[in-house]
């Protein structure tokens, strides 16, 4: 699964988790930085795009990329869901 991190997400996630989530991007390095979300689904395809939500924004960006990786099944299991929204907590 492919994944477009938020601005408030450092873009070094892209390399930390591209095993993962090859091809995956960073709001800050796409031209999307002060968009704002609605432009962010767009981009991401919106309305087909699945949404993501880490529980805390301030985590460290080790702490982030660990949270996401201790879920990975459960968000490649989204990609094929009809769910929209997966929530995360640490």
Known sequence: ???LFDESLSPRLVTLLS???PQSESALR??????GDRK???YAAFPDAKVI???SC???TGTAADLLRRHAI???ELAASRNQLLILHQ
């Open 1 to 3: 699964m492919r994944l």
């Open 19 to 21: 095993d993962l989530f």
């Open 30 to 35: 796409n031209g999307l930085a002060g968009c």
């Open 40 to 42: 962010i689904l767009q």
């Open 53 to 55: 939500i880490l529980r």
């Open 58 to 60: 301030d985590y460290p």
């Open 74 to 76: 459960r968000i490649a």
